[in-house]
């Protein structure tokens, strides 16, 4: 077999060459990064949790797929995060591109539009948590406030009012599940799952109510308050 040889040679002496391939660096990180950006810093985890609640209330728990569901919360997620998104191209990418800034510069001009959303979605009590946990001193100010501090008080937020939102949804399908069992139990059909006669009636209702249109319209305004 013949012998196969590389050679790096040039290498980036020069301070510009070594900024632009640490920039580099940086950027196929934060692509590696991407799905838990995702995950963390947008809107994705509270449609997601809401979701998985209608879809376990509903009592179809295979239905919609899982693909389903990810991909509207997806481009659902894409919608609420467009204005962020939309600030973030302004004041950062394009001054950037243009060279009217540098990359440290429009690394930190990229990060207020996205502090801007978090904090507005951010219980103070959950942010709190982690400074006890960690008996750093408080913040005075949003600016003393690390953006990693930040992104983890927003995730608890953002859990706790996905929670919140899935039990409001279950109380409906809840009652009509126990009208049913009712029935059922005054007829003396014991023998006969409660849940398998209520699940289409619970699908007939969610869909004379137009239960997709009102849940996606809700979610989307409450990021949007």
Do not use: C
């Amino acid at each position: 077999m013949p012998d196969l040889q590389l050679t790096l040679s040039g290498g980036a002496t020069q301070p510009e060459k070594v900024a632009i391939t640490l920039e580099i660096l940086f950027l196929l990180t934060v692509l590696s990064l991407a799905p838990a950006i995702m995950l963390t810093v947008t809107s994705f985890t509270r449609i997601i949790i809401v979701f998985h609640f209608l879809r376990q209330a509903l009592g179809t728990p295979q239905l919609p797929p899982n693909q389903i569901l990810a991909s509207l919360a997806i481009f659902m997620t894409i919608a609420i995060m467009m204005p962020v998104g939309t600030k973030i191209n302004e004041e950062a990418l394009q001054p950037y591109l243009d060279e009217r800034i540098g990359f440290t510069e429009a690394l930190d001009k990229a990060q207020d539009p996205l502090r801007e959303f978090l904090f507005k979605h951010t219980r103070e009590k959950d942010l709190s948590i982690f400074y006890t946990i960690t008996e750093m001193e408080r913040p005075e100010t949003k600016e003393d406030v690390p953006t990693i501090m930040l992104v983890a008080g927003y995730v608890i937020s953002e859990l706790k009012t996905g929670f919140t939102i899935g039990f409001l949804i279950y109380i409906p399908f809840l009652v009509l599940d126990m009208v049913v069992a009712s029935i059922l139990l005054s007829m003396g059909m014991m023998m006969l799952p409660p849940v398998m006669v209520s699940l289409p009636f619970k699908i007939l209702l969610f869909v004379m109510i137009d239960g997709w249109g009102l849940l996606t319209g809700s979610l989307v305004n409450s990021f949007l308050l």
